[in-house]
């Protein structure tokens, strides 16, 4: 089984130097805004988690599962740990969404399964094997065909097909099951609870490793009474301030691109830790730095021009409710939004935010809104009118709804002039001495 990577172009470090394709190609190597790491040497900042995931899942009957924000690179340390893990076979990835069920994700499993192996994939054509899976169709006789898992399905038959699997597929196959949180049914969440249970009763040689935000720990965690000694939980948050700055430089070294640290230091803050941002924002500045062909340079005015590609090219789900949320009264809204991204706290005080945007008025030279009006514009943040863009309590605490949009924020004001403070609690700019 070969590791996936990423394709190296034979001299990185003049690729500022080469035609668009390939720069594009040497680019694709380093920053991968738009899909997940599958490669250790690409992972930046999860060395512990990676470790501690390796050494769970070294005990059969282990699983993994992997909680944290939206967008913090749940997916890529699922994938990387898969590849890296697996024995036999690359690791089957599926996906959940809000029509998923445990029946849908089991025939996912087996379909991908098939479709990796031509030699399983042969074997179900053919029907040269004996398997006693009425529902499925399958009997040992000539005219067995592939075709997918019917419903319903119960844990058992499910077991009873891992089981064939894992004995087709090689030594440890890997089952990655993302997107975990849009499994809502209670049902379904206590199948895949009993289902793991039962792999490691039996005996099976398979790990599943779950992606999902913290409400899945809860809900798999609630599905069975002994759920906690059959999984390996891993929380996942932010990006620490090394892993930021090693992302950018290296990418930037690598390329051939000399970059400054202050650059490099605002890029980090305002990504507020979620990898997607270092990635994109990183990905706008070199596309720049390429176009200007002046050796390869970060400037001032580069930065500017990728903090307007970065901030138009944003996904919509991220854009679009900062935008519906500012669409009216835009400077006043704008600006309360940029003081509630101030510092790194995720959930502050109305009172913290009100000083916060005080400084950010006064550093614009615009005149600030009074704490009565000031109120009544964050208080109407949390309506559907301003798309819910915050939350907040009654003793005054607010945070985003979602805590990725965050970042854009933070890129939004970085783009108006405005320069946040850093999210890091303890130091200023930690990477100032590095």
Request: glycine share 8%; proline share 4%.
């Amino acid at each position: 089984m070969n590791e996936p990577s990423m394709n190296k172009p034979t001299s990185p470090e003049r690729a500022i130097d080469a035609d668009e394709r390939e720069f594009g190609a040497a680019l694709n190597s380093f920053l991968s805004p738009s899909r997940p790491l599958q490669s250790e040497e690409f992972l930046r900042g999860r060395a512990h988690q990676l470790k501690g995931i390796e050494r769970a899942m070294y005990a059969s009957g282990r699983h993994v599962l992997i909680h944290g924000l939206r967008g913090v690179g749940k997916s890529s340390l699922a994938q990387t740990a898969a590849y890296k893990l697996a024995r036999g076979t690359d690791p089957i990835v599926v996906a959940c969404d809000r029509t998923s069920s445990f029946q849908t994700i089991i025939r996912e499993i087996f379909e991908e399964a098939v479709g990796a192996s031509p030699m399983l994939a042969e074997k179900v054509r053919g029907g040269g094997f004996s398997l006693n899976l009425p529902w499925l169709g399958l009997n040992g006789k000539a005219e067995v065909k592939e075709r997918p898992v019917e419903t319903p399905l119960s844990v058992n038959d499910a077991v009873r097909l891992l089981q064939f699997l894992a004995a087709q597929l090689g030594e440890v196959p890997v089952f990655v099951v993302d997107e975990f949180d849009q499994l809502t049914s209670e049902q379904a969440q206590i199948d895949f609870t009993n289902l793991v249970k039962q792999i490691a009763d039996k005996h099976i040689s398979a790990h599943f490793i779950f992606c999902g935000i913290g409400e899945s720990v809860e809900a798999i965690m609630a599905a069975h009474g002994s759920a906690d000694r059959y999984f390996h939980a891993v929380e996942l948050t932010q990006l620490p301030w090394e892993a930021r700055d090693e992302i950018i430089t290296h990418s930037a070294t690598s390329l051939g691109i000399e970059i400054d640290r202050d650059t490099a230091i605002r890029i980090a803050m305002i990504s507020d830790g979620f990898p997607h941002y270092i990635h994109f924002i990183a990905e706008k500045l070199f596309w720049r730095v390429w176009e200007a062909k002046n050796g390869g340079r970060v400037t001032p005015d580069l930065f500017g021009l990728a903090m307007d590609d970065a901030a138009s090219a944003m996904d919509m789900k991220l854009r679009g409710p900062y935008e519906k949320a500012t669409q009216k009264y835009g400077d006043d809204y704008a600006a309360i939004l940029w003081a509630s991204a101030d510092g790194h706290q995720l959930k502050r005080r109305s009172a913290d935010i009100f000083v916060s945007y005080q400084r950010i008025m006064e550093g614009l030279g615009q005149q600030r809104l009074d704490r009565t009006k000031f109120n009544t514009r964050i208080n109407a943040l949390k309506t559907s009118a301003h798309a819910s863009i915050l939350t907040g309590t009654r003793s005054g605490w607010y945070e985003f709804s979602e805590k990725m949009i965050r970042g854009y924020v933070r890129l939004m004001a970085e783009r108006h002039g405005v320069v946040l403070k850093s999210d890091h609690p303890v130091a200023k700019h930690p990477l100032a001495d590095f």
